[in-house]
Structures are given as structure tokens and as C-alpha cells.
């Protein structure tokens, strides 16, 4: 009978120790190349058929979810409802955050070859070729923001619609001097919510200066700060604003109070997104309620649902809003 061949023969005829023969066969990547060939030789030289094992390819557990920016508080509950669902279905939420442009791309799809991601969820809107370079390499669902020309699925809000809900409430009460506080029209929230209060106004014949339509660069106090302060200290003056985050609602009650001006009697106002400390300001803010965190949570149990049926294509799927009335409106 043929005697069996021993790690130990193999040591011995390689002048290596057994852990290094032993490693050599099961985790050869981490062996000197010489040190290999060593024992590859030892091997041969006494008939040993070496069969490499296949390591085994770890499952997908990861989902990606891509912010922006992080300073936004609106994103926290989008994160809240995506992560609650991904661990409902046993994945791994991570956070990236990138704003995702040619210089960036290329990163972007590196770390997602090398995270084992098995889905990505992006909540700004990106080049269709870019999206197209994503998809390539894992199922994608864009969260909030996304690009109209691409058929990539996507779960939002009607911005347009919030928009003239809005600003139809401020004119019914009785406010048509209406400066819009906006965010950068690099994104899509921003242009269609703009569309949606022009359209008001248009169908009314109300005309509002161009220097009343405010673009900032990102949601931040203090340049709203000095936005509406700029706009209070000017005769005229608007007598309310549609702001297109709570955070800048929260700018235009301090400014008026630095003008000595009430809210809601000289100034009305109305946010978005009912992020939690609208209730706390003094006065309570209203706002048009955005569900972000149904939207984090359906964009995330939509792309299980892809990464389980990867031939299914959802729809898009379009949220619902409400406007909240409190104090910066309401009479008190």
C-alpha cells in the first residue's frame, strides 16, 4: 500500500516548518513566492497532488447609502428609515458621503467593488452616466433627489405640489409680498419647488422682485441669516417667506426680531420638512411635512426587492405631503 503523504514529509523534505506547508496550501497569498516554489518542489519530488482549495466568496451584506452632505438635518431621519430597514432584512447600512461628480466617480465605484456591496441608495441627483457606471456593479435606487433622464427607479415627494401648497396658504392669508428662500439649483428639490411657487404666483398676477427669490449654496444659518436680514432691512420689505428647509425658517424669525418686527402679525413664514425643532422655535414653526424617513425606508425596501428579483424594475414611488400649521402663521 502506498503511504500516504504528510504535511510532516513535506516539511521535512522542504526544510520548512508544518505551519508554513500548512499555509502554503490554504493561504498561499500570504507565503514568500520563493518559500512557495520550496514547497511546490517538495511536493512534486514526492508525488503530492496539490489541489487549491476556492476560497469562499462572502455574501453580499452591504448597502450603500450615499449622502451629499452631512450637515443637513433633513438627512438624519432618511438614514433613521433606510438603516431600520436594511437590519430588518439582515443588511449592514454604510454611510458614505460624496458629492458624486467626474472627479469623483471613479472612487465611488472603487469602494463599492471592494465593500461587497450588494445595493446602493443615492440621495442626490448624479449624471445619467454615472448612474449608468453604478448600476454596473450593483442595483441602485435613488432616495429624494434624482435624475429625470435616466429610468434608474427613484422614491421622492412631489416638490412642485409642496411648493404651491405653500405659497396658496400664505396668500389666503392674505400675504402676497412673499420672498422664496431656496437651496442650490444644482438640485432638484430646489428648481421644482421654485416652479412651484412661481406657478402661484403667476396664476394670481403677483409680482414679487427678482432679489425676493434667494438661491443659497447649502442649507446654512448663517447665510440665510444675512440673506433675509438683507431683504427686512430693504423698503419694501416682504411680508412673508416660503423657505425650502426649517433651518432657514428658523433664520427668518431671529432676523425679524432683530427688526423688531412679530411673527406672525408683520412676518409670516412657512419651512419644509418638519424636521423636529420646528415645534420648538419660538414661535413653533409651520411647515409642509416631508416623510423622510418613509423615504429612506421605502427607497431601501425597494432595493431589497431588486437585490432579491433582480428582474424586477419598480416604479417610482411619490410620497405624500402635508403642511403642518403653528405659530409663524397662525394668529396668536
Not at 450615499?66 to 443637513?72: T, Y
Not at 453604478?134 to 429625470?148: F, G, R, S, T
Not at 428579483?309 to 394668529?331: F, G, M, W
Request: negative net charge; proline residues 6%; hydrophobic residues 40%.
Amino acid at each position: 500500500m502506498k503511504k500516504k503523504i504528510t504535511i510532516a514529509d513535506i516539511s521535512q523534505k522542504a526544510g520548512v516548518s508544518a505551519a508554513t506547508v500548512s499555509r502554503v496550501i490554504n493561504h498561499r497569498s500570504i507565503v514568500k513566492p520563493e518559500t512557495v516554489l520550496q514547497v511546490e518542489d517538495a511536493m512534486s519530488a514526492l508525488g503530492y497532488v496539490f489541489e487549491p482549495t476556492v476560497p469562499e466568496v462572502p455574501s453580499k451584506k452591504n448597502i450603500v447609502l450615499n449622502l451629499p452632505e452631512i450637515n443637513n438635518v433633513f438627512y438624519r431621519e432618511v438614514i433613521r428609515g433606510a438603516n431600520t430597514s436594511a437590519q430588518a432584512h439582515g443588511y449592514d447600512l454604510l454611510i458614505n458621503i460624496t458629492p458624486i461628480n467626474r472627479n469623483t466617480i471613479g472612487g465611488f465605484c472603487r469602494l463599492l467593488h471592494t465593500s461587497n456591496v450588494a445595493g446602493v441608495i443615492l440621495a442626490s441627483c448624479i449624471h445619467e452616466d454615472f448612474l449608468e457606471q453604478i448600476q454596473a456593479i450593483a442595483p441602485l435606487i435613488q432616495c429624494c433627489e434624482y435624475n429625470e433622464r435616466s429610468d434608474c427607479p427613484y422614491v421622492t415627494i412631489d416638490d412642485v405640489a409642496a411648493a404651491e401648497m405653500a405659497t396658496e396658504y400664505l396668500l389666503s392669508c392674505g400675504r402676497n409680498k412673499i420672498s422664496l428662500i431656496n437651496g442650490p439649483y444644482s438640485f432638484n428639490y430646489a428648481r421644482k419647488r421654485q416652479e412651484g411657487f412661481l406657478n402661484v404666483l403667476q396664476s394670481r398676477d403677483i409680482f414679487v422682485p427678482q432679489s425676493w427669490i434667494v438661491s443659497l449654496p447649502a442649507i446654512n444659518f448663517e447665510m440665510a441669516y444675512s440673506a433675509v436680514c438683507r431683504l427686512l432691512n430693504a423698503d419694501p420689505h416682504p411680508n412673508a417667506f416660503f423657505v425650502i428647509s426649517d433651518v432657514f425658517a428658523a433664520t427668518v424669525i431671529r432676523a425679524a426680531k432683530k427688526y423688531n418686527l412679530k411673527i406672525p402679525r408683520d412676518i409670516m413664514v412657512v419651512g419644509f420638512d418638519n424636521i423636529d425643532f420646528s415645534m420648538l422655535t419660538t414661535p413653533s414653526i409651520t411647515t409642509v411635512s416631508q416623510p423622510s424617513f418613509q423615504e429612506g425606508y421605502s427607497s431601501c425596501e425597494l432595493l431589497v426587492e431588486m437585490i432579491q428579483n433582480p428582474e424586477r424594475i419598480p416604479k417610482p414611488l411619490i410620497l405624500n405631503t402635508e403642511l403642518v400649521i403653528r405659530e409663524s402663521t397662525a394668529s396668536q
